[in-house]
């Protein structure tokens, strides 16, 4: 399972704060990606990587490319996802796009408008 293992050392390197390492091991996963699952995982791996950063032209890539996997439906990595279109979008002073991809997360959330119902639920 090399891809698994190309995931953990970009963890390991993650954690230890080499940014730089961690995303050329994430990346080198994409390789070894077999479902849309890992496809997404290796995507919000370099996503994050990416925001920590500053490469938000990374981010960017990662966020279409994550978008355009066949069966995404990780609910909250699209919503991570989306914030982080947000920030590269306010990084290169979009605003308007910024603020569609913010909405667009918090649309997805589906956060219930009636606290007394998320309690029931």
């Known amino acids: 399972h090399a891809q698994m293992g190309h995931n953990d050392l970009g963890d390991f390197y993650a954690d230890r704060g080499d940014l730089s390492?961690?995303?050329?091991?994430?990346?080198?996963?994409?390789?070894?990606?077999t479902t849309s699952r890992h496809v997404l995982q290796m995507c919000l791996n370099v996503v994050r990587v990416s925001v920590l950063m500053g490469n938000y032209m990374h981010v960017t890539n990662y966020v279409s490319k994550?978008?355009?996997t066949?069966?995404?439906?990780?609910?909250?990595?699209?919503?991570?996802?989306?914030?982080c279109s947000g920030l590269a979008?306010?990084?290169?002073?979009?605003?308007?796009?910024?603020?569609?991809?913010?909405?667009e997360a918090t649309a997805e959330r589906?956060?219930?408008?009636?606290?007394?119902?998320?309690?029931a639920a």
């Not at 390492?21 to 990606?33: E, G, H, I, M, N």
């Open 66 to 68: 994550a978008e355009q």
């Open 70 to 83: 066949p069966d995404a439906d990780d609910m909250p990595a699209l919503v991570k996802l989306r914030a």
């Open 89 to 103: 979008h306010l990084d290169n002073k979009k605003y308007k796009q910024a603020a569609r991809r913010f909405l």
């Open 110 to 119: 589906k956060v219930p408008s009636d606290p007394a119902a998320a309690a």
């Open 21 to 33: 390492a961690a995303l050329k091991s994430y990346v080198r996963a994409r390789d070894y990606c």
